[in-house]
């Protein structure tokens, strides 16, 4: 069974500009959820979507976005960025959202803003 | 609200040494928790989870214990190995919620 795979691996992009990232999930899983990993703050949690919904959202700002599709597959959005917006950004999916569903994380999107 | 709380690394061992990792939790509810492992430059691996008090979840010869008394759910194993080395990550989740994480512990094995 293919894992958690996230699209692009490494990317460079300058303050102000926007970024897509992708990720698709297991076959299978309906949930998707993103995080942010920094040194300083740890992993933190974005939001997570179940079925084309957000069902969670961490504290950020509304320029994170994302959105899932009818496939599962699911997009990060980050507009206007910023340099603390440097980071390892990673995906998991779950066959569901009760708390006893493990995610599997892909290996992430590293970006790093200039 | 809910917290993990791992303790501080780096952790340095010698190969075939005995590992612990502590972590406790804080919940307002009946979670689940887990251990993950980051291997440098990939993303995070589960590595065991358990889903109720005094479930002992294992795997690769790591074990951790939920106990509910003590709120804790404590990473070990008998005898690290050079591969161990990575940083590992104590999380805890409710229905409904997403995975909340701890600072994750460093591990560094030497032969």
């Known amino acids: 069974k293919a894992g958690v795979t996230q699209t692009p691996r490494y990317l460079i992009k300058t303050r102000g500009q926007q970024v897509t990232l992708s990720c698709s999930p297991i076959s299978g899983h309906r949930s998707v959820s993103w995080y942010q990993q920094t040194p300083g703050q740890g992993l933190q949690f974005l939001f997570e979507?179940?079925?084309?919904?957000?069902?969670n959202k961490g504290n950020f700002p509304g320029r994170f976005s994302g959105r899932q599709f009818s496939n599962s597959r699911s997009e990060m959005n980050v507009s206007t960025l910023e340099l603390g917006d440097s980071a390892l950004y990673l995906c998991?999916?779950?066959?569901?959202?009760?708390?006893?569903?493990?995610?599997?994380f892909g290996d992430g999107t590293r970006l790093s803003i200039l | 609200g809910n917290s993990v709380t791992q303790m501080e690394g780096p952790v340095t061992l010698s190969e075939e040494a005995f590992l612990t990792i502590n972590c406790t939790y804080t919940?307002?509810?009946?979670?689940?928790l887990f251990w993950y492992v980051q291997y440098p430059g990939e993303g995070l691996q589960l590595l065991l989870k358990a889903t109720k008090a005094d479930d002992k979840g294992s795997n690769k010869g790591f074990e951790a214990t939920y106990r509910k008394e003590t709120t804790s759910f404590h990473l070990e194993k008998g005898s690290v190995q050079v591969s161990d080395s990575a940083v590992y990550f104590c999380a805890l989740r409710e229905a409904g919620t997403a995975l909340i994480f701890g600072k994750g512990t460093t591990l560094s094995v030497s032969s």
């Open positions: 998991a999916s779950s066959a569901g959202q009760g708390g006893n569903q493990p995610q599997h």
């Open positions: 979507y179940f079925s084309e919904t957000q069902r």
């Open positions: 919940a307002t509810g009946y979670p689940s």
